[in-house]
């Protein structure tokens, strides 16, 4: 687990930086304004310094955007997989220039122990989200946690622990709320829009007939030439390499997501993005529900959360579920995407789905101050993170958010394994009268890992 | 289908429920009256068949799945018919009980619906009994995708749990044993499970059931696991007794941290930071200097969760020690900030002193964690005080961070030093101080933001104007009618735009009187947002401010509202009346952007305003009715396109009215017929071709015979026949599944005679072979 060969750069502390930048409009940003104003004022010396881990499907992603964003400079690239490790390195080049001053590793650990790196972002299967949220802050950094920032209930409440302990900034990649349009209908709601929220409804993707990941075996094949499988696997139960753990079967799906020891599923997929948003619409984004209601109880025809102030939140297999089975929208509904979800109050009714918003009644639109019911353009979600790792604020999706929009989908796995419904306290975070489920809410690592 | 939207690697993990991987996979389709079937093996009870069925077009289809005791179907154990699949969707048969394991076959027949559907198959690297079968015929080197399981989920025999780590079992059976441990074990499968610490290969899987079960035995066998064990194994086993916070490991786990393993004594180390008891932070308060940063590093890490872990329970005393302690000088910087936060939020609202003492310092990386407490612990006005009482000491850079965190801490205590922040001093500063008040929400800092917005700095402006759009929209809506009235340009525009942001259309009226401001951009601005906001009601409004809009940008946004609120209206006959009335009225160019709203409106009514301003006497305006015209919604206005295409005097006329009419022909939203008709009268007058490319563009969108024979002609020309054949496979894909099909087979065959590119004449044999029924 060494780094590979690589000249250190000479990045500037974002520390130094703080003193100086200040005095420019630009360093203090207010997160409500469009980034690209303040794109392009950032003098060179003045960028915060950032490592990406992980270089898959979504890290180029991730490192794409952050190359081209000057307040940043990347000066550091981690992954196990040679290839796409050089490949990022190669986007960094054509980025910057041949002496581009970044640095190419395989361990995270050494890139953590850099003095000259403010910031890291944790682009990494979801296995690693924790122990590397946890090392970075150990490590002063701060920190961008692709979602679900955890695997379990545990992980996410020591990475609120440690975050806290070490004072960092973080935020999870739940960028879906940042959607100016998203926020309006969420803050609409909120605001008690809708009269009282009596439900909620948000998509649940099955895994080959189920509702949670699977674990079954899968063959042992050779491991490609330049993998670091071990550092891989990293504190999960060990597997042997088959390539539908690394591979990417298509465009934009992450491979790994369906296996329990290495990803959530639905909640990889797209439900971190639901459940951050219904929460806040709902009021409870640093809460919970206090029970998870399995369908065999006979109460509610899908999984269904009841939060304390009434609200009920129902995962459906798909959008007709709420005129076949609920029987809440009109059967013209269109109900078109799987981010976000509906909410249905004494009033009316409102989608939040990436594809359009729909409504009723249509005066809705008007107090929502919604232009179409669209849900276009770019948000502010990285814009906020370089914001407050220069003020030391809170970002729109911090720890506890991130914790409990995981946490959502952690509740729904022990149900639907368990095969029963749940009481849960979302203050002491404690299953009540369930000694099977408490034991659910956490993982031994993988020997030397630890949390 | 679309093979790639099928998850192959979940389904291959569930199928490993019953079946080996495989590599090749193809589509099999389903016909009618044709059965396909799988015979397989269970090997642990299952109530639940899921089978993927892709489909070959868009539309979705349904087929009827049963599961039988064998291939012979002697006894159907359930069956339900499924509709409405679409392409790769997994049905699922619930059977209703819970099946032993053994050998079955399930099958699906009866297809339904508008498309093809059917199964996929892998191919088998040898034969085998639980193969694919077709038409009850078995195909010993396939087998068909499918999975098995239990949706009710049994509660296992932990006996047999700790049956399976016998020695002679598989590594895999053991994990498998130890998940459900996790999850279902007790005291009596601790033997077992503390053996199998000492495999190297399956340490972990025992940990990971150990780590999750309550109970003095299991502490026990870990702790006796650690006189035993050494390396990677005893790493995991100290480990997991941190997290189940054994106290009473704390003797063998401080003999740990004197380890000659450095990865030992770390993990020793972070346990005894856990588990947190007066023996254990003594422990490792009295640890060894280690030659090991790695050891030196986690002796740190336990001292600060154990000071955490004191505070959490209100030991405030001992946690300030060992904080203090941990955020000396000689400490790493990322422990020196860990540990100061905690010491300036254990001292509670007395720690005010230390967190200005940060702020005041050298040191950026404790002046940002004393910023960070500001912003999210210690609340109070007691704090806030101390914090606004050492803003005049902090430099300017300091300053603006102090105040943005002043902001955020939401304490409106700070409000009035704030607001008088804004006023004067560095603008950095003021700007800050503008956000901050922003942050704290509420209106009351609005005259200060209304003060700042006709501030001759630019950027202490703009700041206030984004402070202005954080209001609520209630709020704001007062807030931007009063601005409208302010008397510097730049506040009303700054109102103009915080309509727009937050969409207020009950400011129409003010922003239509806002259409006849002073200032020239304020007009405009104002014009704008007309279009954006005006509701149906307010389009007499918008008329009005269009009509004594002067000429120039003024006119140009007033047309442009106008035209986009035209389209919004609620009842389109009236809006045409308004606007036809307003006709007479302004100049020239007033009547020219009137047209083109009525062009936006579409409809008889309008057409009939357009055809007048088309007879009469001005030129100009005459001209701008014309091209209205060429630009129509409806097919009503196709017979004065064709008219004009045939009669005008002018060739470019003819041309652009021509080109009008086949644009009307190509457009979808059209009914059928009505463009079949317009294809029919302008095919006499196409003379170039280009015009005749839009032509055939325009019949490749319908679907009768006639339209094939209208295209067929230029099928003969080279200049026009690729149009041709595409067009003729546009039209024959709509007939050949039908009654017409002979006449598109006809058609098709000349397009492969043709000479056509050999991609089109394959598409045209491909269709041809539809259409005959092959």
Known sequence: MSASAGSRGTGVSRRDFVARAVGAGAAVAAPWIVPARARGAVPPSERITAGVIGVGIMGRGILGYYLSEPAIRIIAVCEVDRVRRDAAMQSVQAAYGATSGCTAYNDYREMLARPDLDAVLIVTPDHWHALQAVHAAQAGKDVYCEKPISLTIAEGRRIVEAVRSHGCVFQTGTQYRSAPTIRRVCDFVRRGGLGKVRHAFCLWSRVEGGYIPVSHPLPAEPVPDGLDWNLWVGPAPWRPYNHRFHRNPMTEVVPWAFNDDFGAASVTWHNSHCADVIQYALGVEESGPVEIIHPSSGRYPTLTFRYAHGPLLHLVDDWGALKRQYGVVPEDARLEGSFGGVFVGERGWVTSMHARIEGHPPSIFDEMGLRNRGVPGPNNHHANWLECIRTRGRTSTGEEIGHRSASLGHLAHTAFRLGRTLSWDPATETFARDDAANRLRSRAMREPWRL | MNHRCLRLPLLAAMLAVCLPASAERVAVPLNDYQRLGQRFTADRPFDTLWV???????????????????????????????????????????????????????????????????????????????????????????????????????????????????????????????????????????????????????????????????????????????????????????????????????????????????????????????????????????????????????????????????????????????????????????????????????????????????????????????????????????????????????????????????????????APTLEAATASGPIAVRVAALRALADMGGGAAVPAFVRALADPDAEISRAAQDALATLPRDEAATVAAALLRAPDPRSRLAAIDLALLQRMPKLVPDLAAAARDPDSGVRVAALRSLGELAMPDDLPRVIDALVAAPEGPELTAAGESLAAASERASEPEQAVDRLAGAMGRGGAPHRIAILRALGSLGGPRALEAVRGALRGPDGVVSRAAFEVLCQWKGAEAAPDLLQIATTAQAPAERTQALRGLLRMAADAELPADRRLAICRDAGPIVQRDEERRLLLGALGGLGTPEALALALPHLAAPATREEAAIAILGIAERLAGGPDRAAAAEALERVAAAGVSAELAARANALLQQARGV
């Open chain 2, 52 to 414: 993927t069925v892709p489909s070959w077009l868009d539309t979705e289809g349904g087929l009827t799945l049963t599961v039988w005791d064998s291939p012979a179907r002697a006894r159907r154990l359930a069956s339900r018919a499924f509709t409405g699949i679409a392409d790769n969707q997994q049905v699922r048969l619930r059977i209703g009980r819970l099946l032993p394991a053994g050998a079955y076959y399930w099958e699906v027949d009866a297809r339904t619906g508008a498309t093809l559907v059917g199964l996929y198959a892998d191919a088998l690297a040898a034969e085998t009994d639980d193969c694919a079968y077709l038409d009850g015929v078995p195909d010993r080197r396939r087998r068909f995708v499918f999975a098995i399981g239990t949706l009710d989920r049994p509660r296992p025999s932990i006996p047999q749990l700790i049956a399976a780590l016998r020695p002679d079992a598989s590594d895999q059976e053991k994990s498998d044993a130890c998940r459900e441990l996790a999850i279902w074990g007790d005291a009596s499968a601790v033997p077992a499970l503390a053996r199998l610490l000492d495999d190297p290969d399956l340490s972990h899987m025992a940990r990971f059931a150990l780590e999750a079960m309550p109970g003095a035995r299991v502490n026990a066998a870990l702790r006796a696991a650690t006189l035993r064990l050494t390396g990677a194994p005893l790493v995991g086993v100290v480990n997991t007794l941190g997290v189940r916070r054994d106290a009473g490991a704390v003797p063998r786990l401080s003999a740990l941290l004197r380890s000659a393993d450095a990865s030992v004594a770390a993990a020793a180390a972070v346990a005894l930071g856990r588990i947190g008891t007066p023996a254990s932070i003594d422990a490792l308060l009295r640890a060894p200097d280690s030659l090991d940063p790695a050891v030196s590093a986690a002796v740190r890490e336990g001292l600060l969760a154990s000071a955490d872990g004191l505070l959490a329970a209100g030991r405030r005393g001992r946690a300030i020690a060992l904080y203090d302690r941990l955020r000396a000088p000689s400490a790493p910087p990322a422990m020196r900030v860990a540990a100061t936060r905690g010491a300036i939020v254990a001292r509670g609202a007395a720690g005010a002193e230390l967190l200005v003492q940060q702020l005041r310092a050298g040191d950026e990386r404790l002046a940002g964690a004393a910023l960070w407490v500001a912003q999210r612990e210690l609340p109070g006005a007691g704090v806030t005080a101390a914090l606004t009482a050492a803003l005049p000491g902090l430099t300017d850079e300091r300053r603006v961070l102090l105040v943005r965190a002043l902001g955020r801490r939401g304490d409106r205590s700070v």
